[in-house]
């Protein structure tokens, strides 16, 4: 199939089948009678359209569709793009049900995103470019449900923290009664890298004044979600948990001890005394660094060589000193970056090694093709500190003593208020600062914890105040869950 229709690979289009007994729990609570009429938009090979007769599917790929119409007889299935078809259609459903595509903002491009934006925009709900596929798709079916009508679908786990997942949010609980997320630990697609979720939401027309959530160790087949459900009140999800619902999942004590602490004016995030930033994109890593072996060979002259950090798996623990560098240096690691100003006189070495044939390939890459001249790499800082940007067990701080520059591969950190960043930085292997770390960061997958630069800037270090209402246990405790939800200590 992928060999016939490449654009539908299953990377691409997002296609991963559901298990079957969360189908059948999904469109067993949407459909309560057998004359409602259920949506999938995007029903693959009619996984969901099986479960109920009187069914509409829309599916792009044109194997898939033939599938689900052998397989789900009595349904009526569209083969095609569900953007443009939910445009031009004037049919209205009771309810709706599926596993929309997770396509990612990098592959959901070109026209069916434009479409789906605007049909989202039309809905009065603003996305912007790096949205993944699933939120649209979920607010385009919203708009085709008649006045009281449910959804229910698998979504993936980002709805706890993408900031993406905020305009959805914000929709659904303007548009339905209920709206019901089901945080789920074990993984529900085995294979997937990806957690997910799952989503339920009733009375379309109305508006909920909470969103219910329910945390799961793992799903069980049910007819209904769980009763169990915390209240999550809209007003606090919005202004102390920045629209997240990964907090959620932490004992209300330790969210309260951490609401204190940021409403304390004592406490101070990270970006109050420090810039977070991406270190260099060289643009060709193996043209741009060398090996101290190679740079010898070569007889480039020390001051057009800076040492770099490439990495944060070769990050030491506390700090990176001249022994770090030595030792670096001493395993003939290419860490030795060329760098070269713009308007710089270049001694023969080095145009030598610009002309040579890996120059040659090197200025054909994308970013040195943009970039006057080609050879000289931005951006490249000295920071005083480097932080991993995806971490395992902790986010590595490491003060930068030995001078070395650092690609995009981890964070640079430059502090600009030096006596709050001596008073606060010896907190960062506390217990509040590492959980703040997981609560503001989010899961990668494969167990990893990924802080992009805007959230690094939000790790909380907590006032004294708050530090003394803390129970040391307790929050080891969250911390611990926080690495299980992520899978890193399953
Ligand atoms: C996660 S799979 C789910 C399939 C099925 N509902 C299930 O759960 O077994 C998502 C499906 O969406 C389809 N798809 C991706 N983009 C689409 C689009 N723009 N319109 C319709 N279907 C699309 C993919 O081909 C894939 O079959």
Redesign the pocket.
Known sequence: MVGRYPE?SQKR??????PHDV?EALVAWACRKPADRMI??????G??LALHRNSVG????PV?AHRAIERAPGALVHEG???TWAVETRERFECAA??????RYQTFKNE?RRRALDLCLDLGVHFNGLTS?WAPFLVATAGLLKRGGRMAF?VPAEIGHAPYAAPLLDYLVASFSTVHIIAVRKKLFPTLSEDCWLLYTEGFGGKANSIDFTVLEEFVPQKAPPKSVMKIDLGEWRTVWNRRLRPYLLPASVRHLYAAALADPGTRRLADFAAVGIGYVSGHNDFFHLKPSDAKRLRIPPTFLQPSLRNGRVMPEKEITKATVEKWKQSDDPILLLRLERDQELPAAVRNYLDSSAGHEARQGYKCRNRAPWYAVPDVQIPDFIMSYMSGRNVNLVRNAAGVTCTNSVHSIRIRDRALASKLLPEWSSSFVRLSCELEGHALGGGMLKLEPREAGRVVFPSKATIQMADGDELEDAIGSLQRWRHYAD
């Open positions: 539908y289009s997002g296609a991963f089948f559901t189908s999938d938009p995007s029903c693959g090979d996984q969901f829309i599916e792009q790929n898939s793009d569900f953007f599926g596993n929309p595509p997770f396509i069916m596929s698998v």
